[in-house]
């Protein structure tokens, strides 16, 4: 008896064992639940834990204060569809399929509304949960495939998609239509567009709301997915689209802010919608933003998930960039000096300088992330199919190349950081043709590509110079030979996406 008392507490000990070496997320009761909530064009430092002084985000900061907040996190790209192309598929822009805001109809004609799709064979990390029994839902703007192409968000691995398909239709918030999978759901009889001038006249509020708020709906719908499927596990993707312009929140989350911020009126000069109070304005849709992350993090408390579920907040890219009919307001009327949106960083939105790129990253996993670390590893999007996987203890699918690398031991605390990190690379066809790479702290930067003066290599050590106001290229030669010998390794050519970089591809030569 006393034999078999030995041998059962022997088996006893060896199971606890096997339990404990998975690691706590696999430990748990239930597989583990993902969140992942991305905002849209929100700056590096216009939420109140990366520094905001003028607008309140009381919940991305308890996200911070519960969880691990990221200093040198990198969006997928400086613009919104190649951003989430990045994230969804875990390749670096030299081998994404998607490298740019490319309007389907100019490839695919039968096309009215979408962006470029992702083809059949881009394997996204929905896919993977799905195919693993979760329930897997997206609230948001999608833009990486129109309803009936293979883009299409049930194609790529989701059961229930709820918002935008469109990005151009997700420039108003009182659009005609949002989709249910493939339905097409009509929300305004009276939409309001995404754009307008107002160059006379008194700028009213109440000429540009409509009867139904599109982010009402979302959040609404977000809140239901998590309440719907509390038995878990499930996967939940919420790019939500504050606080991408036009800006025209509800009346009621405007009056949260100061009249006397505002002494100018926007005329949607600058594009988008014009608004009495842009500074205002702006404040609320952040405020907005943060009020659904709230709400977020309260449906899974209300079902006992908060333990058991990994949130990951943060942003496709930076704020919106200058534009020159009026200097004093960016795109869309944005006040980004007001709001030191970037903070000390270069650049914003369109740019691959680090006010472009570099994003808000915040992740919570109670008794797992510590509480309230700040972490200074460098990561992008590319890292989160990896990480995810990791996290719930999926496998990556089997011949599919990623490029990230996964965050989970940093964030789990078996690291520090990730000591040996390949290069993070960004190839990117728009606004004159840019490319950029990470190798340790240093950055290489060239702009320009897709005129007749290309500019040159530019060279950054991020470590002494995050503005990057000093380059460092005149001495770095053998840095920038070993940067071009990685492009013409990394860097496939895309003939939808073209990028001709000097001395690394024929496109150039």
């Given amino acids: ?14 199971v606890a064992m096997a339990v404990m070496s998975r690691g706590p997320a696999q430990a748990a009761e239930s ?25 309140p985000t009381p919940n991305i900061d308890r996200l911070a204060t519960e969880g691990m907040r990221f200093t040198q996190h990198y969006s997928g790209a400086p613009v919104c569809a190649p951003s989430r192309c990045v994230l969804m598929t875990g390749k670096h822009l030299g081998h994404a399929e998607i490298r740019g805001n490319f309007r389907v109809e100019k490839a695919f004609p039968q096309f009215t509304e979408g962006q470029y799709p992702l083809t059949e064979q881009a394997v996204t990390f929905a896919q993977v949960f799905q195919q693993a029994g979760y329930a897997t839902g997206a609230m948001g703007k999608w833009g990486l495939g129109p309803v009936g192409s293979t883009g299409e968000p049930n194609r790529k691995g989701f059961d229930l998609f709820y918002g935008y398909n469109c990005q151009s239709v997700a420039h108003s918030f009182y659009p005609p239509h949002l989709w249910r999978n493939t339905e097409k759901i009509i929300i305004n009889e009276h939409p309001i567009p995404g754009h307008a001038k107002q160059p006379e006249g008194e700028v009213k509020m109440d000429d540009w709301i409509g009867e139904t708020y599109a982010p009402k709906l979302m959040i609404a719908e977000a809140e239901k997915f ?12 919420l790019p939500f689209t504050e606080p991408h312009v036009a800006m025209h929140p509800p009346k009621e989350s405007v009056n949260r802010f100061p009249e006397e911020w505002d002494n100018e009126v926007y005329r949607g000069e600058n594009g ?4 009495p109070r842009p500074r205002a304005g702006y404040a609320a849709m952040i405020n907005d933003l943060d009020s659904y992350v709230g709400r977020v993090l309260d449906a899974l408390d209300d079902k006992k998930l908060a333990e058991n579920t990994l949130v990951v907040f943060t942003s496709d890219n930076g704020t919106t960039h200058e534009r020159d009919k009026n200097p004093h307001f960016h795109v869309g009327g944005v006040d980004a000096e007001f ?30 992330i510590e509480a309230g670390a700040v972490n200074e ?41 990730l000591e040996s990190r390949k290069p993070m690379i960004w190839v990117f066809p728009e606004y004159q043709g840019q490319v950029a790479v990470r190798v340790g702290d240093f950055k290489l930067v060239r702009q320009n590509l897709k005129t007749k003066k290309p500019g040159p290599w530019e060279v950054y050590d991020l470590s002494k110079d995050r503005s990057e106001a000093h380059d460092l290229a005149a001495s770095q030669g053998e840095l920038i030979e070993q940067v071009e010998d990685l492009l013409r390794r990394e860097v496939d050519q895309n003939e939808i996406f073209p990028v001709p970089i000097p001395g690394v591809n024929t496109a150039a030569e």
């Fill in 226 to 237: 998590i309440a719907d499927h509390a038995k878990g596990p499930f996967f939940l993707y």
């Fill in 377 to 417: 590893t460098p990561g992008y999007f590319a890292d989160w199919f990896p990480t995810l996987c990791e996290a719930t203890g999926l496998k990556t699918p089997e011949g599919v190349a990623l490029d990230g690398e996964s965050l989970w031991p940093v964030l789990t605390g078996k690291v520090k950081t």
């Fill in 339 to 368: 709001f030191n949106s970037t903070r000390d960083l270069r650049g914003y939105k369109g740019s691959v300088y680090e006010g472009g790129i570099r994003v808000p990253m915040v992740a919570r996993l109670p008794g797992v």
């Fill in 1 to 14: 008896m006393k034999a078999l008392f030995r041998i059962l507490s022997l088996g006893v000990l060896i």
């Fill in 31 to 55: 597989p583990l639940n993902v969140v992942f909530i991305l905002a849209d064009d929100l700056g590096w430092g216009e939420a109140g834990c990366y520094g905001q002084e003028k607008i």
């Fill in 272 to 275: 988008y919608l014009p608004h």
